[in-house]
């Protein structure tokens, strides 16, 4: 129930529920705690910010917190403010438009989905020559896309109904209502199989992959913990759910998946982009325990 955190010589150890820490071996007194909260790990900033040799600022009339760090004249950042880093890059790098400090390669060097073996794209080609590729655009998808997250990774059979199969169905491209006959299916279920569920997906707005079959995949972090159920079949909404495999109780798992997203819109489509029908936690994915 330790949190270990590094920067050059600077060595923080913090425990879960305490408010010491040891830096450099040295203990320290806080005014805050760190916490776990839905498998995450919750640390104080300004303690670990101002421990680690940054300035951090609050601007009360924006509610924006900024953190700076004397290397940060000379570092580049993306559209959404992220670390750009140069070094120790990915197999595959050229394939995106820049490389984050805190994704690791792992996450880019994932094997793309199946694909038309021409009209496919790489992100660092869509970026460089779709129009759609906006952050106008790219942050309505990454919206729709968390929305659609938090719905279908958080579930509940005491409080699930018929709002949350609507909520669903408004993200995905929708031809007709034939998918929310699915969706309430499975709402059924939920409640017949006492099915809880807890997790997060969180999208990539750099890794975007067009399969060439008029998909678009964003590659994905997740998280997700199966609470309860009765029998651990069709425990997510998800047509390639792994029945066979075996997913324990109260077990965190964590990966990296492609989530696909498509429109029924010629044109002008950017802004349309919904969850695709198919879309899967399990169709190109990795996945691992959490200890």
């Known amino acids: 129930m330790t949190v270990p955190i590094e920067r050059d010589d600077l060595h923080i150890v913090l425990t879960i529920g305490d408010s010491t820490a040891l830096v450099n071996g040295k203990e320290v007194v806080f005014d805050s705690k760190a916490i776990t ?50 070094t120790h890059l990915p197999k595959n790098a050229k394939d995106y438009p820049y490389i984050l400090a805190d994704v690791p390669n792992e996450a880019y060097e994932m ?4 694909s038309h073996p021409t009209d496919s794209k790489v992100s660092s080609v869509l970026y460089s020559t779709m129009p759609e590729f906006n952050k106008k655009n790219v942050d309505i998808w990454m919206n729709r896309l968390k929305t659609f997250g938090a719905l279908w990774l958080n579930v509940d059979y005491n409080t699930i109904d018929d709002s949350w199969a609507q909520a669903v169905f408004a993200t995905k491209v929708q031809s007709s ?64 759910f792994p029945n066979q495999q075996s997913l324990e109780k109260g077990i965190w798992y964590e990966g990296y998946t492609d989530i696909s997203m498509s429109t029924n819109v010629g044109g002008d489509w950017g802004p349309t982009l919904k969850v695709s029908p198919s879309a899967s936690l399990f169709y190109n994915h990795t996945i691992k325990r959490m200890e």
């Open 37 to 86: 909260s839905g498998g995450r790990t919750f640390v104080p900033l300004r303690f670990v910010s101002e421990a680690l040799g940054a300035k951090v600022n609050w601007d009360s009339p924006t509610s924006t917190v900024f953190i700076s760090i004397q290397e940060d004249a000379n570092a580049k950042y993306d559209e959404w403010g992220r670390l750009i880093r140069t």
């Open 111 to 114: 094997a793309y989905p199946y």
């Open 177 to 240: 209502n034939a998918e929310l006959k699915y969706i309430r299916r499975y709402v059924e279920w939920v409640k017949e199989n006492k099915i809880q569920i807890e997790g997060y997906l969180d999208p990539e707005p750099s890794m975007i992959y067009r399969n060439g079959f008029g998909d678009n995949y964003i590659r994905s972090k997740f998280r997700i913990k199966f609470v309860s159920f009765k029998e651990s079949k069709d425990l997510l909404y998800d047509e390639r």
